[in-house]
């Protein structure tokens, strides 16, 4: 038998000992987006907890300040989760697609947050006002949902139109 048979007859010869370039960086890539996505719901945990934390204290907490205003309560905590959530997926978790030109990005930001702090609050409208619960047990799920589909909502929009710059390379 000839050199040349012996490598074709042996299938554990020509088998590759590592994997394929596409799915090595497919397996990167989808690694990346992974952990990405873990940061982006640590800063969104965050501003979680700011926003149905204030929202709280100043519904139900010391001096109830806006015990029968809950969509002006819901309203203040939305601005201060937002400056927030600004913050951290800015400097870390799109930290490496950040642009050169961060006015635009913050004003792009802000409009987004805009367009998608309206869920929770309609959210909310809905479940006080047209379903009339509302006791605070009932106020917390409305908002809860409307975060949750503001979320989804805020990671589709800053990967497409907020943090648009090419990756750079992490340090």
Request: a positive charge; charged letters at 15%.
């Amino acid at each position: 038998m000839s050199a040349h048979d012996e490598l074709t007859a042996s299938p554990s010869v020509l088998a590759p000992t590592t994997p394929p370039l596409a799915s090595t960086v497919r397996a990167a890539a989808l690694r990346a987006r992974a952990y990405e996505l873990a940061r982006f719901l640590s800063v969104g945990g965050v501003a979680f907890v700011v926003d149905l934390g204030l929202f709280n204290l100043l519904r139900f907490g010391p001096g109830q300040l806006l015990e029968h205003k809950p969509l002006t309560a819901k309203i203040l905590s939305v601005i201060a989760a937002t400056l927030v959530s600004w913050l951290g997926n800015r400097h870390w978790t799109f930290s490496r697609q950040r642009t050169d030109r961060p006015t635009r990005e913050l004003v792009v930001f802000t409009a987004i947050n805009l367009v998608c702090a309206v869920v929770p609050v309609l959210t909310l409208a809905f479940s006080h006002y047209a379903r009339a619960l509302t006791t605070p047990l009932a106020d917390n799920v409305a908002t809860v949902i409307g975060i949750a589909i503001g979320t989804a909502m805020r990671y589709v929009a800053y990967k497409r139109w907020v943090f648009t710059g090419s990756t750079r390379p992490t340090a």
